[in-house]
């Protein structure tokens, strides 16, 4: 997993914060998700299709 700087990883823990407020902690694919975006190496919308792309596959 790419390094993260502080700034980074606080933000993926206020996102995390906020989802386990909402009774919705982030699973381990999320926290992926959200590192692979934090450090540029997928883009949301990359995410975002091999999401459908999976799920339309099964």
Same mark, same amino acid.
């Given at each position: 997993? @790419? ?11 206020? %996102? +995390?914060?906020?989802? +386990?407020?909402?009774?919705? @902690? ?8 959200? %590192? ?7 883009? +949301? ?14």
């Amino acid at each position: 997993m @790419p390094k993260l700087t502080s700034q980074q990883q606080y933000n993926i823990e206020q %996102v +995390a914060a906020t989802m +386990a407020i909402e009774d919705m @902690p982030l699973t381990e694919r999320a926290y992926k998700h959200l %590192v692979q975006q934090a450090t540029g190496e997928k883009t +949301a919308d990359q995410i975002a299709e091999e999401i459908k792309k999976e799920y339309q596959n099964g």
